[in-house]
């Protein structure tokens, strides 16, 4: 392990003020670009910065400067020794599968990991951490923990899996990953910060007509119409709410209601229809052919062209 205290080693950071200006804080994706020296594997963003990252990189011997969003980082790579300091601090961990690592907004650190390192990593807003905090009713919110391979099966499983299911189609992919980023957030809130949070969570489903509302705008070829914002809205809840009673309603969140929805579109197109599997996929909402093949053999098990052959 490098010792930052080397001559030619980039000095240790100091602890950032609590009042550091936002202003001087890159956002999570730049800051991670810079630092890593790489382009993600697959990176997918909202306007906040908030979003979902899968990184391959090289080992890192450099200092992580205070970023405008919480990171919240889930390791998939080989088993190794790392350490990561802030100010006085010296933090030495294990990097494996089921440990996350948690870079709170604001904070600097400095990371000595010796090996490539494949990991997917969450960029939160603050904004949305107290949203969820508020809108799931959790009491005794405070700030996020600094984490260095910290066990963590859960959370780790989640936001790997996260990145998996991003599937190249702008609708599906949105729904989800603020989905998944609510819940990630609700997660992180419960056993990642300074004092445990305490849980007041509704119950109960939609109402018929809530119901009906929703199932129509999820059937619109509207991005607009089928947020998870305009959802929650429409329906009068809080996006934490929404998504709680549309599965106690339907046993299937809004995005694997969606998903759902479009697979059997896809099917009735492939056996009713003589278009090509192109033309579906850009008729469905895909980026690609290729992207709604993997979407439909994930969920069927079979390409779209042998599903076609075989049911006809």
């Known amino acids: 392990m490098l010792n930052p205290s080397s001559r030619g080693q980039p ?18 994706d730049v800051e991670m670009a810079r630092v890593l ?23 890192l011997h450099d200092v992580v400067e205070p970023m405008s969003h919480h990171v919240i980082m889930a390791y998939n790579g080989v088993i190794q020794r790392m350490e990561r300091r802030s100010g006085r601090s010296v933090s030495i961990g294990t990097f494996r599968p089921g440990v996350v ?14 090996k490539p390192v494949d990991v997917v990593q969450l960029y939160l807003p603050n904004a949305t951490l107290k949203r969820v905090a508020g809108e799931a009713g959790i009491a005794g919110a405070a700030d996020l923990l600094e984490r260095t391979a910290h066990p963590d099966p859960i959370t780790s499983r989640l936001l790997l899996s996260a990145a998996d299911a991003l599937e190249g189609n702008g609708i599906l992919d949105t729904l989800f990953r603020h989905q998944v980023t609510d819940l990630l957030a609700t997660r992180v809130l419960a056993a990642h910060t300074g004092s445990p949070a305490t849980f007041h969570p509704a119950t109960g489903g939609l109402s018929p007509k809530v119901l009906l509302r929703a199932i129509e705008r999820l059937r619109s070829d509207s991005d607009t119409d089928v947020s998870l914002a305009a959802l929650a809205s429409d329906a009068g809840l809080s996006r934490f709410h929404f998504c709680r009673a549309f599965k106690e309603s339907t046993g299937l969140s809004p995005h694997a ?40 053999r994930k969920l069927t098990g079979e390409a779209p062209s042998d599903w076609r052959r075989r049911i006809r």
């Open 11 to 28: 000095p240790v950071p100091s602890a950032q003020p609590a009042d550091s200006a936002m202003s001087e804080r890159r956002a999570a």
């Open 37 to 59: 020296g790489t382009e993600p594997t697959r990176m997918a963003l909202d306007s906040s910065g908030a979003g979902i990252a899968h990184w391959n990189h090289d080992p």
């Open 101 to 114: 690592i948690i870079i709170p907004e604001g904070s600097s650190s400095r990371w000595d990991i010796p």
């Open 257 to 296: 209601w969606l998903r759902q929805h479009r697979l059997e579109q896809a099917m009735r197109m492939l056996h009713d229809t003589d278009e090509s599997v192109v033309s579906i996929a850009a008729a469905l909402g895909y980026s690609s052919q290729t992207a709604f093949a993997a979407a439909f």
